[in-house]
């Protein structure tokens, strides 16, 4: 089963790396490979959505439960995604923001997924890197496009990152 996990401390505040990545309905204004994405429900807490996404001409859509679990000076906030229907045969993620000792905050993620068709999974699995790299870099920038660069401390300006991705495959 490919996994993904990853450590960012950035510049910006647990809330608003919150803020953003709860923010599913604009993913395809900034995210690689997403075309389009529909709420079906929000109640605050927890989240219905469809995401297509798309590569040249091969489009497929998931629908995730999205449970948030927003941050405060007190606690760490979580968003956790599971996988309802789609094209794969699993996938979840999660994402937990917390102050970082320095200000801002210490993003960590874990993704784990397997699809139904194995030459997908395979094929996923050479590509897992570079495309997660993307996806890393667009969510930076829609931060500081946000909520200003000159507060970002991530790949850009020499912040602090950890990740590691494996595979099946």
């Not at 996990?5 to 910006?12: N, S, V």
């Not at 075309?35 to 807490?45: E, L, P, W, Y």
């Not at 906030?77 to 000792?101: C, Q, R, T």
Request: aromatic share 10%; with cysteine.
């Amino acid at each position: 089963m490919p996994r993904i996990a990853e450590t960012r401390h950035l510049k910006w505040s647990p809330e608003q790396m919150f803020d953003l990545v709860a923010d599913v309905k604009r993913y395809a204004e900034f995210l690689p490979w997403v075309v389009a994405t529909r709420i079906r429900s929000d109640n605050g807490h927890e989240m219905i959505a469809d995401m297509m996404v798309g590569f040249n001409a091969l489009r497929e859509k998931f629908t995730s439960r999205v449970t948030k679990d927003r941050p405060n000076e007190a606690d760490v906030g979580a968003i956790m995604v599971d996988y309802l229907d789609g094209p794969m045969k699993s996938l979840s993620n999660s994402w937990h923001f917390a102050p970082d000792e320095g200000g801002g905050c210490r993003i960590d993620f874990v993704c784990e997924f397997t699809f139904r068709n194995a030459l997908f999974e395979k094929l996923a699995g050479q590509y897992l890197d570079r495309a997660f790299r993307k996806m890393v870099t667009a969510f930076e920038t829609r931060a500081a496009r946000l909520y200003g660069a000159d507060a970002a401390i991530g790949a850009v300006s020499g912040g602090k990152s950890s990740s590691s991705a494996t595979s099946a495959a």
